[in-house]
Every structure is written in structure tokens, then in C-alpha cells.
Antibody
Framework: QITLKESGPTLVKPTQTLTLTCTFS??????????VGWIRQPPGKALEWLAL???????RYSPSLKSRLTITKDTSKNQVVLTMTNMDPVDTATYYC??????????WGQGTLVTVSS | SYVLTQPPSVSVAPGQTARITCGGN??????VHWYQQKPGQAPVLVVY???DRPSGIPERFSGSNSGNTATLTISRVEAGDEADYYC???????????FGTGTKVTVL
């Protein structure tokens, strides 16, 4: 059974760096073909893909946010970490991590709401 | 970058058929996936690879994809189908993942 859960601060100040952790179970990020992605959703708005890391440590980032994002993995802890620099109120959103199937997201975490405010 | 366009809303009476479109340049050459999201919940995959259903998804959910439009069809709509629906593709030319603009399905 695959499960994922996001954790991190619920409130960050403008210009700060956000660090979110995705802790998962039921699969290994050292298995060929496996990936974990991050997706966010501002209140009342659409889903937006942010970043993805593959089992071989290959990484992909949304072109519009690439300069602000870093995704890493700790295979021994079954965790994936996303950092986003220079946070702004427009970055207020629910952040999800998800398991990558072939090229779709078949298992999602419950999401964590991050508010950016001074 | 690749853009996926969906109608903002679709309304349907119970028992009828809802069709949700997802438009993209030559989307028929890509694999399209669909997610259902109910208020306050994480998205759930309901169709993958254009027309396949994950285990546990009712047969009422089906998909098709051709030309510049992919379609999610919900047959015999029930009140519980009221939700937001998103399409998604992997853009192989850029190796990015793209979500559609989302469609709110209202059951009258």
C-alpha cells in the first residue's frame, strides 16, 4: 500500500525559503522507474506541477519556477524534500507530493496548506 | 510551454452523461490522464493513458483522445460525481508535466 504525507511550516514570511518534506511508504525511490513529484494548488485555482525526482536522481522543474526550486531525495529515509526560495504571497497554496506512475500521478498525499504572509 | 485548456464548468442532470474536454496542440499524440478532486481532498486518478481506469474506478468513467481534443465521459452521472476534474499530460519534448485548467462539474 503506497502512502505519502507532506510536512513543513504552515506559515512563512515573504522572502523566506520554504522547505517541505514528503515522507512515503510502500515503494522505494531506489527502484528503477520510480519518481516522486510536487504539485501545488492556490486556493480556488488549478493544479500546478512544480518538480519531480526520479529513482536515478534525475530531476525536472517547472520552467516558470526553476530558478527557485530544488528537489532532493533521501532514499534511506523514504523522503523527498522540496525547497522554494524567495516566497511571496502568491505562493500561498496547498502543496501535494505524489507518486509517479508511468507518466501520471497515481498516489497523492493529503496536501499541506502553506500561507505566505508577514 | 504546452497548454491544456478545459471548459470552466459543466452542468449535468443525474442519470445523464457529462463530457469534459481537454484541448491541446496535437494532444492525440500524447497520453492523457484525468483526475477528480472533491472539495478539501487530494486529487484522485480516474483515467490514465487516455482510456484506462485504475482499480476501483467505476466503468461509468471513460476517456478518449484524438486530434486536438481529449474527452472524459461520465455516464449515468450521480450526485457523488460533483467535483473538479483535471486533465494532465507529459510533454515529451520538454520532459515537463502539465495540468489542464480544470472543469467544475455540477450535478443539477
Amino acid at each position: 500500500q503506497i502512502t505519502l504525507k507532506e510536512s513543513g511550516p504552515t506559515l512563512v514570511k515573504p522572502t523566506q525559503t520554504l522547505t517541505l518534506t514528503c515522507t512515503f511508504s510502500g515503494f522505494s525511490l531506489s527502484t528503477s522507474g520510480v519518481g516522486v513529484g510536487w504539485i501545488r494548488q492556490p486556493p480556488g485555482k488549478a493544479l500546478e506541477w512544480l518538480a519531480l525526482i526520479y529513482w536515478d536522481d534525475d530531476k525536472r522543474y517547472s520552467p516558470s519556477l526553476k530558478s527557485r526550486l530544488t528537489i532532493t531525495k533521501d532514499t534511506s529515509k523514504n523522503q523527498v524534500v522540496l525547497t522554494m526560495t524567495n516566497m511571496d504571497p502568491v505562493d500561498t497554496a496547498t502543496y501535494y507530493c505524489a507518486h509517479l506512475g508511468y507518466n501520471y500521478f497515481d498516489y497523492w498525499g493529503q496536501g499541506t496548506l502553506v500561507t505566505v504572509s508577514s | 510551454s504546452y497548454v491544456l485548456t478545459q471548459p470552466p464548468s459543466v452542468s449535468v442532470a443525474p442519470g445523464q452523461t457529462a463530457r469534459i474536454t481537454c484541448g491541446g496542440n496535437n494532444i492525440g499524440s500524447k497520453s492523457v490522464h484525468w483526475y477528480q478532486q472533491k472539495p478539501g481532498q487530494a486529487p484522485v486518478l480516474v483515467v490514465y493513458d487516455d482510456s484506462d481506469r485504475p482499480s476501483g474506478i467505476p466503468e461509468r468513467f471513460s476517456g478518449s483522445n484524438s486530434g486536438n481534443t481529449a474527452t472524459l465521459t461520465i455516464s449515468r452521472v450521480e450526485a457523488g460525481d460533483e467535483a473538479d476534474y483535471y486533465c494532465q499530460v507529459w510533454d515529451s519534448s520538454s520532459d515537463f508535466y502539465v495540468f489542464g485548467t480544470g472543469t467544475k462539474v455540477t450535478v443539477l
